[in-house]
T-cell receptor
Framework: DSGVTQTPKHLITATGQRVTLRCSPRSGDLSVYWYQQSLDQGLQFLIQ???????AKGNILERFSAQQFPDLHSELNLSSLELGDSALYFC??????????????FGEGSRLTVL | GQQLNQSPQSMFIQEGEDVSMNCTSS?????WLWYKQDPGEGPVLLIALYKAGELTSNGRLTAQFGITRKDSFLNISASIPSDVGIYFCAGRAYSGAGSYQLTFGKGTKLSVIP
């Protein structure tokens, strides 16, 4: 158990819909990262928050947005969903901006299926 | 952006065999990490390497940080069925504004035949 909690574990929805994925980081971790894992694409970095502020953006589509709340949990919002958005979405946390060991602690992921 | 080339993409081996996988990059990293993802789980850190040329072991796992800082390899000796999973390399580099970012390889899917 990494200490990172993601909900829901599975989600099936239709094209055009909007979903929200939720992440609670490890206790004390200030940084939250979102990754997308599609078949054969490895882990694609989407976005990072640190203590409520956006710190880095990766290959995140404009239809996607995220935020980190004062209690440090984070939400990833995916809208106008397309078939190609079907993937595993991972949240990871670390205790810093990555300046220490570089280790990220991953949740178990949310599997999104868009039909 | 930075890209990591991880190979092989997949491998099937007999239980007891040794395994080797590697990652190369056109960019320099100051840290290399190796993660393992079990089916239905998130990736878990196996080994972290912080200095060029560093060779580190963790049980049956051995990893090295290439001297050029652009590559790393992971060896698994005497494989067992629970080694099955996807292994990811990741390179860490400074991304500005006091932050460091991890770039992941596409993974090596390991299957072990009992």
């Amino acid at each position: 158990d990494s200490g990172v909690t993601q909900t829901p574990k599975h989600l099936i929805t239709a094209t055009g819909q909007r979903v929200t994925l939720r992440c609670s980081p490890r206790s004390g971790d200030l940084s939250v990262y979102w990754y997308q894992q599609s078949l054969d694409q490895g882990l694609q970095f989407l976005i990072q928050y640190y203590n409520g502020e956006e710190r880095a953006k990766g290959n995140i589509l404009e239809r996607f947005s995220a935020q980190q709340f004062p209690d440090l949990h984070s939400e990833l919002n995916l809208s106008s969903l397309e078939l190609g958005d079907s993937a595993l979405y991972f949240c990871a946390s670390s205790d810093s901006l990555g300046t220490n060991t570089g280790e990220l602690f991953f949740g178990e992921g949310s599997r999104l299926t868009v039909l | 952006g930075q890209q990591l080339n991880q190979s092989p993409q997949s491998m099937f081996i007999q239980e007891g065999e040794d395994v080797s996988m590697n990652c190369t990059s056109s960019s320099i990293f100051n840290t290399w990490l190796w993660y393992k993802q079990d089916p239905g789980e998130g990736p878990v850190l196996l080994i972290a390497l912080y200095k060029a040329g560093e060779l580190t072991s963790n049980g049956r796992l051995t990893a090295q940080f290439g001297i050029t800082r652009k590559d790393s390899f992971l060896n698994i000796s005497a494989s067992i069925p629970s080694d099955v999973g996807i292994y990811f390399c990741a390179g860490r580099a400074y991304s500005g504004a006091g932050s460091y970012q991890l770039t992941f390889g596409k993974g090596t899917k390991l299957s072990v035949i009992p």
